[in-house]
């Protein structure tokens, strides 16, 4: 996906929300549908079946015929998706969409006039039942556009993202491999020394957040005043996801173009930051230090920087096991639990090297990553590897 900042009139704003409204509206409907399957009854209407029922639903309400079929037909789609997804078990159960949360539509079948750009720094799509709507052309939209999403996120920002793939980033040639080590006080180390960490919100965007929190505390639900101070941590919070977004795609595009192959531990991020509270018969123990480490793994952005590394250097990120890769010297190879005196200091007891605990743990990934490349033979960038012989084909003739 390629985002952009839309950037729509007072009027084009409303146009866009009853779109957002008529897709949530529709996908509620076929999540109620599937609610009421029950092992033993007819099965669930498919995506067929429900659009031939929208086109029943439209003939007989003006609102929704007023809407535009598309953006009503990708939301049952997008909800098909989201079952098939679920039954293969990768993704959650789809749930019911709330109103200012997943606001948003998809536009398919677009065609080549539909973007263009307007000036140096701006850009217009064509969305149906809207017309021309601005966005900021901060960079070239690929050619091969096919279809876009239009979303709003609790701040109140619009933007519109083009579903075209991007080449990924060759890589140098020069045979470097690294190590990335993810953590909290450093949000990624690399066996080179490097330590990079995810810019934090200043103290004054602190004091402010707490300032706003105790007066949403204090504010009556469903009030204009609890709407103001929603609307003005919702900003606070978009600013730092955005932050953390540009950091990620920063630090991923220079590690794609600096290394021909990036080793990364293969970490069960969802298990790691489940909550500890446990249940009422048997609760679980530091619940808040346990919250709060959550926090700080989720804002150090530990999948999303492997997930765009993975785009853009696809087939050159190794994930290797991540045990005692904090407890090894990455000199020596010796695990001994007491070696790492603190967070930030690793002193083994066996060879003496001291120096950084992560430092240390991203050569000890790069080692691993070294043997999972080599052990079929090879260059890591592909070429003659050495395999088993083949049982089938010895037995052909």
């Not at 993975?310 to 010297?329: D, F, L, M």
């Amino acid at each position: 996906m390629s985002r952009y900042r839309l950037r729509p009139t007072p009027a084009q704003e409303q146009a866009l929300l009853e779109h957002c409204g008529h897709a949530r509206y529709v996908w509620n409907l076929a999540v109620e549908q599937h609610a009421h399957w029950r092992p033993g009854r007819t099965s669930a209407p498919g995506f067929a079946e429900q659009c031939r029922q929208l086109t029943e639903a439209r003939a007989e309400h003006e609102w929704l015929r007023g809407g535009s079929i598309i953006v009503q037909q990708q939301a049952l789609k997008d909800f098909a998706q989201a079952m098939a997804k679920f039954f293969g078990m990768t993704h959650r159960r789809p749930t019911w969409r709330r109103r200012g949360r997943s606001e948003g539509f998809r536009i398919v079948a677009v065609k080549a006039g539909d973007v263009r750009r307007l000036s140096r720094n701006v850009g217009e799509v064509r969305v149906p039942k809207v017309g021309w709507v601005r966005f900021g052309w901060s960079r070239a939209v690929l050619d091969g556009v096919k279809s876009y999403r239009i979303t709003r996120d609790r701040a109140g920002r619009w933007h519109v993202a083009f579903a075209v793939i991007p080449e990924p980033i060759p890589a140098p040639s020069t045979g470097e491999v690294v190590g990335v080590d993810r953590g909290v006080a450093v949000s990624a180390a690399l066996s080179t020394g490097e330590l990079l960490n995810v810019p934090t919100p200043r103290e004054a965007e602190k004091t402010r957040l707490r300032r706003l929190q105790r007066k949403l505390a204090r504010a009556k639900r469903g009030s204009n005043r609890r709407g103001k101070v929603k609307a003005a941590i919702a900003k606070l919070k978009a600013r730092e996801t955005d932050r953390r977004r540009d950091w990620v795609e920063k630090t991923s595009t220079d590690l794609a173009r600096r290394f021909d192959v990036i080793a990364v531990e293969d970490l069960k991020i969802a298990g790691m930051t489940r909550s500890a509270r446990g249940t009422v018969e048997a609760p679980g123990g530091n619940v808040r230090q346990k919250a709060a480490l959550n926090r700080g793994i989720l804002a150090a952005g530990w999948g999303w920087l492997v997930q765009r590394l993975e785009h853009k250097a696809p087939g050159r990120v190794v994930k290797v096991n991540p045990a005692y890769t904090s407890q090894r010297c990455s000199v020596r190879g010796i695990v001994d639990r007491t070696s790492r005196e603190s967070q930030a200091v690793f002193r083994c007891r066996s060879c003496g090297y001291a120096g950084n605990a992560d430092v240390n743990a991203a050569g000890n990934i790069r080692h691993a990553a070294g043997h999972a490349v080599s052990a079929r033979g090879g260059p890591p960038l592909g070429g003659p590897v050495n395999r088993e012989p083949q049982r089938d084909l010895l037995l052909v003739g």
